[in-house]
């Protein structure tokens, strides 16, 4: 389950980045959120890592 925050996040040098979030499930059955900022060439990448 992940979520791809459609707000780009730029930097002065034009590379975008995208915010992913996660959701990931602890020991103890909850579930709690991953927030990563990565390039929009790698967001495929990193939702397909477990």
Do not use: P
């Amino acid at each position: 389950m992940a979520k791809k925050v459609v707000a780009t996040l730029k930097n002065k040098d034009g590379v975008k980045y995208a915010k992913v979030i996660k959701a990931v499930k602890t020991k103890s059955g909850a579930y709690s959120f991953r927030e990563e900022i990565v390039t929009e060439d790698k967001v495929k990448e990193v939702l397909a890592a477990k």
